[in-house]
């Protein structure tokens, strides 16, 4: 499996995502640079947390005109998997690869703090090895991470099972309390209806390495990797 890593001007959790790729997990990584016309032979494409072109307009916005950025298009309309964290979450709503959009936090506030998440379904290659009824710890750091869609939308997402994560709390339930930047319905992360394309705000690359005392996020890493070597 050959994971590529794309680094946009702002992006620093690209080298986070290489070792976790490369070093923990033992897959073969090619580092992608945003002015890149190529991905290169990836099999699995990463569009990073960060703050791509400084978040001017809105986050993600200027990054989705970023040359590679075509070719990411392009790779995911044709069945390629694409898996945006946070700032690369935000990429691929304004490249209208997810559908939904992130807003400002409620609070107005950038937020870096470890949340509880609980997997919504288990028929997607990021949570197919996830538990449908215990929670996870994941850090997130995020200013614009309050996930919004039309009433029409969120119909469809729950409607196709496209929810990947919900936010709760430690026992798992999913309540406004364990909600911590105002997201609709709780939601963390989401899915598109061909389920090859994988949005989530909070970081699981900041939790595989045990030496950070957390590896809630290893099991999303081995849950991708548990299918594609089928």
């Known amino acids: ?33 945003h002015k890149d016309h ?18 001017y307009l809105r986050s993600g916005a200027i990054a989705r005109f970023s040359p590679i950025m075509d070719e ?20 691929l709503c304004e490249s209208h690869l997810l559908p939904g959009a992130l807003l400002h936090n409620v609070n107005q506030k950038f937020i870096c703090k470890n949340v509880h998440l609980k997997a919504q379904t288990n028929n997607t290659l990021v949570t197919s090895n996830a538990s449908l009824t215990e929670a996870v710890q994941i850090p997130i ?15 469809e997402l729950n409607d196709n099972d496209q929810v990947l994560y919900r936010y709760c709390d430690a026992d798992g339930n ?9 997201s609709l319905e709780n939601i963390a992360g989401v899915t598109n209806k061909s ?36």
């Open 141 to 155: 750091a995020h200013g614009e991470g309050n996930y919004y869609i039309s009433d029409e939308g969120l119909k």
């Open 195 to 230: 389920r090859n394309v994988f949005g989530m705000m909070p970081h699981p690359e900041r939790a595989v390495d045990g030496v950070l005392g957390n590896t809630d996020g290893k099991l999303l890493f081995e849950s991708i990797l548990s299918q594609v070597s089928k």
């Open 38 to 55: 190529d991905l290169k032979g990836c099999d699995f494409v990463v569009l990073p947390g960060g703050f791509s072109y400084g978040d």
């Open 174 to 182: 999913i309540t406004p309390e364990a909600n911590p930047n105002g």
């Open 1 to 33: 499996m050959k994971f590529g890593v794309i680094t946009f001007p702002g992006s620093n959790c690209d080298h986070d995502m290489v070792y976790v790729l490369e070093t923990l997990m033992g897959q073969q990584v090619e580092q992608l640079w």
């Open 72 to 91: 990411v298009i392009k790779f995911a309309n044709d069945g390629g998997y694409v898996m945006g964290i946070c700032n690369g979450f935000q990429i």
